[in-house]
């Protein structure tokens, strides 16, 4: 991957934890270039629209505020940055609200210095629009309510939206991960994952046969294992004029 450095702004309401986090973005500054830190909300909007980085490090809550309130008055006037919430609230609320603005990642403070760093070069492949998901091993890599999920992407039948969650359905199981289905789609490979309608992703290399009457599609793993799901008609059209 290119070492594409990104600018960034620390919004951090606490001088301790602010000061930390700098300190660890110093050791990184091949990777990111701090342009400023904000210690307030009204500072923080004003520094992001002037400054227009390229990445964000949002403590989830500011003193009388949340960093939701600033989000969405930010999407007012421009485009989100990409988004790295800290926070020392292990809550599925705040993963919640990760989500809801397909936050890159979710640190919980102390910050480790190596899932820092994680987090940045996955911001960086996202921000040049290589490939964010694949492991070192080339498996796939989804945050959960409890860890990660690994799997083979020949593994990955399908993808549901489930709110502001998904569901990745392999041949053997399911799993609710952190992430909406749309932050999924820009991170997956495109040649094997396809949106086929509002609500579902398909691993298109593993299709094996279409029911346009039934509405229904089988997969079919490299084992031998099939698993049948349903789609709507615009999915099924889809997927035809795709195969």
Known sequence: MKNNKLTAIV???????????????????????????????????????????QLLFLDIQLQGHDTLELLN????????????????????????????????DYLMKPIDKTELALAITKAQAIASGELAMPDDNGRLSFRTTTGRLFVETNEVAYIRADGNYAHVFTFATSELVMDSLGSLEKRLNADVFVRADRSTIVNVKRVYKINAKRRTCTLLSLGGKQVEMELSKAGIDNLLNIL
């Not at 301790?16 to 091949?30: G, V, Y």
């Not at 485009?79 to 609320?93: C, E, G, K, M, S």
């Open 11 to 53: 919004v951090e309401d606490e001088r301790l934890p602010r000061l930390a986090l700098l300190q660890k973005l110093e050791d990184l500054r091949s990777q990111v270039e701090v342009v400023d830190s904000c210690d307030t909300y009204d500072r923080a909007l004003q520094s992001i629209v002037r400054n227009r980085p």
């Open 73 to 104: 008055e930010l999407q007012q006037s421009m485009v989100l940055p990409l988004i790295i919430f800290t926070t020392a609230y292990d809550n599925r609320q705040y993963l919640m609200s990760a989500i809801k603005f397909a936050a890159v």
